[in-house]
């Protein structure tokens, strides 16, 4: 049962972080630098944008073995290709129509965007499954080279960031305040769903015993 709860989490985690993701792309008034530089590639060459995030995913994967000197993390593929998958399930089902007119609506889409990948990454990260390779990315830049996480965090969007402004992605005042209030709303929410999924292991332990 506890494997259930895990799995749950995961799944469930993933696809409110992605529907977030939709959101604040929909807003344009700026991606995060990553989905910044995907939707950049897919006008510029086609494909989806969850395919290049499957795509960059595998790159990275090769990257984060040779940044830190161990094997490949494959298992970490699965993450990313169920988190590209999930991306394109919403924008062609939900957002395909989906457009934010006025200021206003746009900055209320990408806040709550933003809150929304909050929680589902919070909620995704109590399985304790392998992280996506853009966070495995970060953990890498940290270990390799002794920086701090934000430290590793901001070189990590920086990867991404200038290649998405030479491919005249959507960079904009939404990229900025993606890259600075992510971590507090993940922050915001990583305690209460911490507790939950504490209960509903321990609930399921006493249930055994």
Not at 54 to 77: C, D, H, T, Y
Not at 128 to 157: C, H, Q, W
């Amino acid at each position: 049962m506890a494997l259930f709860y895990r799995f749950l989490f995961f799944f469930a985690g993933l696809s409110i972080m992605t529907f977030g993701v939709c959101l604040t792309i929909k807003a344009e008034l700026g991606a995060g630098a990553w989905d910044a530089l995907n939707v950049a590639l897919t006008e510029w060459i086609g494909l989806t944008i969850g395919s290049w995030i499957i795509i960059e995913g595998a790159v990275l994967v090769v990257i984060n073995s040779f940044l830190v000197k161990r094997k490949p993390q494959l298992l970490s593929l699965l993450t990313i290709i169920l988190i590209g998958s999930l991306v394109d399930l919403w924008m062609f089902f939900v957002f395909e129509s989906f457009a934010a007119n006025g200021l206003m609506f746009k900055f209320v889409t990408l806040i709550l965007g933003i809150f929304i990948i909050g929680m589902g990454a919070a909620i995704y990260l109590q399985a304790k499954f392998p992280s996506s390779p853009i966070d495995s990315f970060m953990m890498a830049i940290r270990e390799r080279f002794s920086v701090s996480l934000m430290k590793a965090k901001t070189i990590g969007e920086l990867v991404a960031l200038f290649p998405a402004l030479l491919l005249q992605g959507p960079i904009g005042i939404g990229t900025i305040i993606i890259t600075f209030t992510i971590g507090p709303f993940v922050q915001l929410c990583f305690p209460f769903f911490e507790k939950l999924m504490n209960r509903l292991l321990e609930g399921n332990f006493q249930a055994k015993y």
